[in-house]
């Protein structure tokens, strides 16, 4: 990891450590309980995966697109040009080890755009406009989300969420 010693550097810790409490949480629900879904309306755990891979592979690759903007097409097409078709029945391992290299290959992607291009402007879904580095944070914030979500779909298996483990000095 470089020095904190830019906005940019910091934004990048913060969204390496969102990602890494997304492994983290993944990785605490059996292989064999990937399919699990609290209610038939919401996401799979491994549907949950793939969608915080397809998010982040977007964020970057808008981002640090010198001509990025949110609203030159949908987000299902966004996501079809940064992440292709990543399918979610794949067994744990996969997307755990699709997890650890798209989160490294965005956040490279971010550092080489730079910090002065993650500070230029750029339109968002709703249409206004924010700086890159403003967007990225919510990038991280909606990956936070997601890993409450996972951290809760653990606690529904029966099982202590990795931060809980990790506060209370287990493995």
């Known amino acids: 990891m470089s020095e904190l010693n830019t906005l940019l550097e910091e934004a990048l810790e913060a969204w ?3 990602r ?3 492994i983290a949480e993944a990785g605490s629900v059996p292989a064999d309980r990937f399919d699990f879904r609290p209610a038939p309306e919401s996401r799979s755990v491994a549907e949950l995966v793939v969608h915080i891979i397809e998010s982040g592979e977007m964020m970057a690759g808008e981002l640090s697109r ?3 903007d949110f609203t030159r097409q949908s987000y299902a ?3 079809r040009e940064h992440a292709g078709r990543i399918p979610a029945d794949q067994p744990k391992e996969a997307l755990l080890a699709l997890l650890r290299r798209t989160g490294e290959g965005g956040r490279r992607r971010i550092r080489e755009a730079g910090e002065i291009a993650m500070l230029q402007r750029i339109r968002r879904f709703d249409g206004l406009e924010g700086t ?3 967007w990225m944070n919510h990038g991280i914030d909606h990956e936070m989300y997601h890993c409450g979500q996972l951290a809760l779909y653990v606690r529904l298996l029966g099982r202590v ?3 809980t483990r990790r ?3 287990e493995s």
């Open 20 to 22: 890494e409490g997304v």
């Open 66 to 68: 010198p001509d990025g």
């Open 77 to 79: 097409d966004h996501v």
């Open 167 to 169: 506060i209370r000095g």
């Open 132 to 134: 890159r580095l403003a």
């Open 161 to 163: 969420p990795a931060l």
């Open 16 to 18: 390496e450590y969102a």
